[in-house]
């Protein structure tokens, strides 16, 4: 099997029959730095868990094992997005380039744009590129502050993607505004798309904040349903009205008081869809970690240590495929916004699954509850005290 069209054959006969697959991944999100130009308030970087080490580039060799062992069976690669780089900061980024444009299947570069000149723009859109451009407002003090960067110049980039755009309409690539929407953003929404279809942007693609920290759990739209549903509705609405493409996620199922609660009926829903990742994709990040999709951080293997062959069907893998659709996965598979969808979550919902890193429950409760458990067993201690004032100073910083 030397073609993406013999392993799309056979990768849905595989799905679910044998941990042992002949198969290769259908689709790619691969990471070529860890460096980022920007530091955005919504970034995972920020937390301690999340914060930034050893930011380097993908190696060369590890570059080489994806030529010879992934990329020719690709349907689909996304470059960026699995990690919290820009992948333009990449040292190597025209050999990249150069050598992914040798390749059929459909490219996408994920960015903040920019650091997009008119050259790279060219370079891309004559290779097929499609260009994702990250935006999370529409003004210039939301885009600012989110942000970190200059709105007007992110615009002149937009404007200028399209402008060559019309010269490679046979590539059949796409410039899309890419929008991540919380509760300070989600207003923008409305003037984004008309932004969008000004500029002649091909679509808008708008997907939850998945918070990484506590901090960020009310910036969430699961607890701002009313309003996430009301701007979800006018704006398909303008987008329909201004003839642009727009993803959407779902409104969010809305109950009265007193009737079921809404967390536990669509999660028990969500926790009965089929993962398919572990049989359809890999992620692949600057380090040369392998891990099942671009939420996991589940480490399958290092490519800089051993074939890609050997992780695609190590023991991890094996014992990943066995379990993720089982009644027992592991917890984080369980709520995972990609269940049931091959490479996006903009179809995602569900309360659990866009809570899955800080969990459903306030942390303040179980906070309290540690404070009292703590005092309890080594308050009456001098060291105790002295460690649970350090504790709390500690605490305080996030």
């Known amino acids: 099997m030397n073609s993406p069209l013999e392993h799309e ?44 080490r050893n930011l380097t580039d993908l190696p060369l060799q590890v570059f080489r094992k994806l030529e010879e062992e992934i990329f020719p069976f690709l349907k689909r690669c996304k470059v960026g997005g699995n990690n919290l780089g820009e992948q333009l ?71 200028e993607c399209c402008q060559q755009k019309r010269s490679f309409q046979e590539t059949k690539a796409k410039i899309r505004l890419c929008f991540t929407t919380f509760y300070d953003n989600i207003r923008e929404l409305i003037p984004l798309i008309e932004i969008g279809a000004r500029l002649g942007v091909d679509e808008v ?36 009205e201004l003839g642009i493409s727009i993803q959407l996620p779902p409104p969010f199922p809305v109950k009265r008081m007193g009737e079921e609660d809404a967390t536990e009926g669509t999660s ?41 062959e050997k992780i695609w069907n190590g023991k991890k893998y094996q014992k990943l495929r066995k379990t993720v659709n089982s009644p027992n996965p592991i917890s984080f598979c369980r709520h995972c916004v990609l269940r049931g969808k091959d490479f996006t979550h903009f179809h995602c919902n569900d309360d659990r699954a866009l ?27 001098r060291w105790g005290k002295k460690l649970i004032q350090e504790m709390k100073a500690f605490y305080k910083k996030f």
């Not at 697959?21 to 259908?26: C, E, G, N, Q």
């Not at 708008?206 to 509705?233: C, D, T, W």
């Not at 990040?285 to 290092?302: A, Q, R």
């Open 355 to 381: 809570l899955n890193f800080i969990g459903p429950t306030d942390q303040v409760d179980a906070r309290f509850l540690m404070k009292l458990f703590v005092k309890r067993k080594i308050g009456k201690y």
């Open 89 to 159: 900061l990449a040292k190597e980024w025209d050999y990249f380039v150069d050598r992914i444009g040798r390749y059929s299947f459909e490219r996408t570069l994920v960015t903040n744009g920019l650091l997009l000149t008119k050259e790279r723009i060219k370079k891309l859109l004559e290779g097929g590129w499609s260009i994702d451009l990250s935006v999370e407002g529409s003004t210039q003090s939301t885009y600012q502050n989110i942000r970190g960067g200059n709105f007007e110049k992110f615009l002149s980039v937009v404007r």
């Open 9 to 52: 054959d056979l990768n849905p006969q595989e799905f679910r029959e044998t941990p042992v697959l002949k198969s290769k991944p259908l689709s790619a999100w691969i990471s070529l730095t860890g460096r980022c130009n920007l530091n955005c308030l919504h970034c995972p970087k920020r937390s301690v868990a999340f914060a930034p």
């Open 205 to 240: 693609l708008v997907a939850h904040l998945i918070p990484m920290i506590e901090s960020q759990r009310a910036q969430s739209l699961v607890y701002h349903k009313g309003l996430a549903n009301a701007i979800f509705e006018e704006g398909r609405r303008r987008a329909k």
């Open 268 to 308: 028990t829903q969500w926790d009965r869809k089929g993962c398919y990742h572990p049989w359809t994709s890999v992620s692949i990040n600057e380090k040369g970690d392998v891990m099942p999709c671009c939420i996991s951080d589940e480490k399958m293997g290092n490519l800089m240590e051993t074939s890609f």
